[in-house]
């Protein structure tokens, strides 16, 4: 028998509103605002109020998926990343790395969006970097 | 009386499965379930939650569980109206109540900061019950505004609303499992700003003999509309006209749930 919140940050988009995620047994069960937070001051908008709804949502990919004869096959991530390099190593030799660009995203950690353009320059050889909340 | 609240709950864990209090810890204060064992110098009273609805997740995945709660005032009223419409089970919860401050209910607008016990046998209080609040002072001179200024007043606060829901999820006595306010059929999914004022009557209409003042949504609201202003009202109305008020009797049926004869307008004041 366990009841805690976990405080975290909303995943949706760059603002960066705290919250609680309610927790019995180890299972996500609901979302309360983070009263005392400095950023949502105790307010939620409708995303972070079911923040909580897809962590185990039955439509929920649980692994890679292939598109193979018109549908999808279930992959290991291994022969998912294998082909996804192929395919850019492909890309690139045949169309030159600036054929191939870089959405990064709100979502992710400022560090997730370095590493993302380290990605990009680094490995692909492109400045074809852009963000969401570039809009 | 911190202290006097952390020494009592750590006494009743002794006899109960687990209490409902806020825990602060360095990631600020939240709900928590307190158990045998469990630090209570952790336990602190601000800032507000709806631990009542807390209590009854709980009691609904733990069937034979004896529970606790750290209750205020407004936590007890709600847990009046869950309990008559089967949200807890009120004999399986033992509260230790606690009286607000004068400035706690000032800055909560609330009436009645303090829980009324004989409402529940198995329960104790925690300090001096201070007087009332004043109302909201938007509600004491409500009757000298003119009708067109306060349909354009509410027509500018619900302008401000972001659709979040957020005072229908933070609220201790809306629990339906369908909402009106997701049903299609009342509310066009994915427009905003929503349409005014059918969106936030129906919450109002459904708030009517239930909500029990304890200024969740206000506090929960990112637009700052001044929902309980409106509620206050309806409050007060129910009052005059059916006698009810929503928190202060758990034996008292709902109006909404009665016929005309069982609950009959009492006042003569008919719009």
Known sequence: ?135 | MIEQIQSRVEENLQDLDGIVALRLTNQGAAPYLYQSGDDVAQLVMEPRYPVSETVSKLQKRYRDANFGIVARGCDTRALVEMSKRHQIDPNRLYLICVACSSEQADACHCSEPYPILDQWPRSELIGEPVAGAAPHPLVAEYENITREDRWSFWKLQFTKCIKCYGCRDICPVCFCDACALEDPLWVEPGLLVPDFPMYHLIKAMHMTTRCIACRQCETACPAGIPLTVLYDLIRADVADLIGYLPGADVDSKPPLSLTLADAPIKSDLVY
């Open chain 1, 1 to 135: 028998m366990d009841y805690q919140n976990i405080l975290t940050i909303c995943p949706f988009c760059g603002c960066g509103c705290a919250l609680n995620l309610e927790v019995i047994d180890g299972e996500i069960v609901g979302v309360l605002p983070a009263n005392d937070h400095p950023v949502g001051r105790g307010s939620l908008c409708i995303k972070g109020w079911n923040a909580h709804a897809f962590v185990n949502h039955q439509d929920r990919l649980t692994s890679p998926l292939i598109r193979e004869n018109g549908g999808f096959r279930e992959a290991s991530w291994d022969e998912a990343l294998e082909l996804v390099a192929e395919k850019f190593e492909g890309i690139k030799s045949q169309s030159g790395p600036d054929a191939i660009g870089v959405l990064t995203s709100a979502k992710c950690t400022n560090e997730e969006n370095y590493l993302l353009q380290k990605l990009a320059r680094a490995v692909f050889g492109t400045n074809n970097v852009d963000h969401c909340a570039r809009l």
